[in-house]
């Protein structure tokens, strides 16, 4: 069974930083790209960004509203993903998701983990 | 950026009845569309892939149509567990991005 469980959220001042973890079981992490999705408090989605799998040279690609300040990576031998978030702003408050893609490249968010909640206040 | 609106915000029906959501996009995505159910408190699910693939454990009543920019999500007759918020989704490869639609809320009439 996939399970995605996301950990490292939290109350965060503006202007800090916060890095996500997503531990992976039940696949073979390394075969697969990881995305990561937001959802502001009563909102919807907006894709935050993705890893491609380490056949596929491990690229990432952002939103717009995250470039320059987000970062994903990943440790194949530990099967976790990692988003960390530099300069957050108060608009980065959300429910982060961590997905995994339907192949080691673009496809879809076919699994999603439970989510963990960052908060961005003084 | 690819824009993709769904309508309506909100789809009052009752068990048993016919849904039909629409996702229209601002420019072709070709077949790059996915529909996604999300319950409150829950994550998203993904229903359907490449505009008309059920996924995984996906009930039949569920399906998919439409290329380029307007698509639609049919369930051919609700159950009580279908009441929830819909996404479309679309994959743009170059660069790279995904996008969601605003949602569309099913509810119980």
């Known amino acids: 069974e996939v399970q995605l469980v996301e950990s490292g959220g939290g109350l965060v001042q503006p202007g800090r930083s916060l890095r996500l973890s997503c531990t992976a079981s039940g696949f073979t992490f390394g075969d697969y790209a990881m995305s990561w999705v937001r959802q502001a408090p009563g909102k919807g989605l907006e894709w935050v960004g993705f890893?491609?799998?380490?056949?596929?040279?491990?690229?990432?690609e952002y939103a717009a509203s995250v470039k320059g300040r987000f970062t994903i990576s990943r440790d194949d031998s530990k099967s976790i993903a990692y988003l960390q978030m530099n300069s957050l702003k108060t608009e980065d408050t959300a429910v982060y998701y961590c997905?995994?893609?339907?192949?080691?490249?673009?496809?879809?968010?076919?699994?999603w983990g439970q989510g963990t909640l960052v908060t961005v206040s003084s | 950026e690819i824009v993709l609106t769904q309508s309506p915000a909100t789809l009052s029906l009752s068990p048993g009845e016919r849904a039909t959501l629409s996702c229209r996009a601002s420019q072709s995505v070709s077949s790059y569309l996915a529909w996604y159910q999300q319950k409150p408190g829950q994550a998203p699910r993904l229903l359907i892939y490449d505009a008309s693939n059920r996924a995984t454990g996906i009930p039949a009543r569920f399906s998919g149509s439409g290329s380029g920019t307007d698509f639609t999500l049919t369930i051919s007759s609700l159950e009580p567990e279908d009441f929830a918020v819909y996404y479309c989704?679309?994959?743009?490869?170059?660069?790279?991005?995904?996008?969601f639609g605003q949602g569309t809320k099913l509810e119980i009439k």
């Open positions: 890893i491609r799998s380490k056949a596929y040279g491990g690229t990432t």
């Open positions: 989704q679309q994959r743009s490869n170059w660069p790279l991005m995904y996008t």
């Open positions: 997905t995994r893609e339907s192949g080691a490249v673009a496809g879809n968010p076919v699994y």
